[in-house]
């Protein structure tokens, strides 16, 4: 008996792992409208559709392009709300954020002029990379100019 149970029990747990397609059918009536069932009307001229028990094979694909999409949305709504935040400081604390942005300044320049190897974050991919000669030039150019502004701070 225990065998018995044993080997229907094993049996239908392979049987329920193979839960076929369901067959629904398609048909056009006297008035042009197409109806989908899963029975197929008597006298119709019907088509068989395909359905799968699985998930289509683009579906991974469909979930990875939405996860990306709402990343971006929320690092979007993110850097909206950074820079809300700053600029409502920017009102309310002028001073204050004109010596920390010279005080950013001088420690920029400072970088770039005692650092052999300078590296930057490359807005487009969010990786460091090192920046070449010509680049260096213009970032110092930008800087002693800014600096230049900050003299009476």
């Known amino acids: 008996m225990t065998k018995l149970s044993l080997f229907l029990g094993g049996a239908l747990l392979a049987l329920s792992s193979l839960s076929p397609a369901a067959k629904f059918y398609k048909w056009v009536d006297d008035k042009g409208v197409t109806h989908y069932d899963a029975q197929a009307p008597q006298g119709a001229n019907t088509t068989e559709i395909n359905t799968r028990a699985t998930a289509s094979s683009s579906q991974s694909e469909a979930i990875e392009a939405l996860e990306t999409k709402r990343n971006a949305a929320q690092k979007a709504k993110e850097a909206a709300a950074s820079q809300a935040k700053e600029q409502k400081r920017l009102e309310t604390e002028p001073e204050a954020v004109a010596q920390e942005r010279c005080q950013q300044h001088r420690k920029n320049l400072e970088t770039l002029t005692n650092k ?36 009476g701070r």
Request: glycine share 2%; net charge negative; with cysteine.
């Open 116 to 151: 052999p190897t300078v590296r930057r974050k490359n807005p487009e991919t969010g990786e460091l990379e090192v920046i070449d000669q010509q680049v260096r030039d213009e970032m110092l150019a930008e800087t002693r100019s800014a600096l230049e502004k900050c003299e």
